[in-house]
């Protein structure tokens, strides 16, 4: 079983609708859990870092973390074009642990 | 909004050369990690840097590889003799290193090509 899956896309919905994003995990020792954007050959930007479960929210985005069901999610309301990215979540056992990232997936939102 | 910043954007070298990859992470991070990121596949962790010494590395980083933080604002990635499979985009990423806190933040990366 791979430590991090992701669902692998592309997805496209029509602006202004809700979009979830969703990966599982294996290791149960990972403890801070991240959502990142990458454009199209450029860095992973951070998004939201949430530590061990619960939600947090950050303006149209949320994201949610059950570690019971070694799940996390990241939803966006009201997507916008400017959101259409590559989107990795990413996790680590301690802070300033290595970062386990999932393969990403592609979202694009159409006008 | 300080960042991290990565020289050269692009670097293309023959199999067998040895390649510098510079980074500058953020001014007050403490630690420093080195990706990378194969077209196509996820990003994977090479190594981190903590106080002048290795603090974790994956089995990809061998004796290939070396790492240094030649001055207070360096960081800097060593590939001895290059492999055709070491192409990839090479990202490098610092954290603040605080208890609890340890968001880590990329620099735009490396493309390096191997012919």
């Known amino acids: 079983q791979k430590e991090v899956e992701q669902d692998p896309g592309p997805l496209s919905v029509p602006e202004g609708a809700i979009v979830s994003l969703n990966c599982t995990y294996s290791?149960?020792?990972?403890?801070?859990f991240m959502w990142y954007r990458q454009y199209s050959r450029k860095g992973p930007e951070l998004l939201m870092y949430t530590y061990s479960s619960g939600n947090k929210e950050d303006g149209r985005f949320t994201a949610q973390v059950d570690k019971s069901s070694k799940y996390i999610s990241l939803f966006i309301r009201d997507s916008q074009p400017s959101d259409s990215a590559t989107y990795l979540c990413a996790m680590s056992e301690g802070a300033n642990s290595k970062l386990t990232f999932g393969k990403g997936i592609t979202l694009s939102v159409r006008p | 909004e300080p960042e991290v910043t990565q020289t050269p954007s692009h670097q293309v070298t023959q199999m067998g050369q040895e390649v510098i990859l510079r980074c500058v992470p953020i001014s007050n991070h403490l630690y420093f990690y080195w990706y990378r990121q194969i077209l196509g596949q996820k990003v994977e962790f090479l190594v981190s840097?903590?106080?002048?010494?290795?603090?974790?590395k994956s089995e990809i980083f061998d004796d290939q590889f070396s790492v240094e933080r030649p001055d207070g604002s360096n960081f800097t990635l060593k590939i001895r003799s290059t492999k055709l499979e070491d192409s990839a985009m090479y990202f490098c990423?610092?954290?603040?290193?605080?208890?609890?806190?340890?968001?880590?933040?990329f620099g735009p990366g490396t493309r390096l090509l191997v012919l």
């Open positions: 840097f903590y106080n002048n010494e290795i603090s974790e």
């Open positions: 990423a610092s954290s603040e290193g605080l208890a609890g806190i340890g968001t880590q933040y």
């Open positions: 290791n149960s020792a990972f403890q801070y």
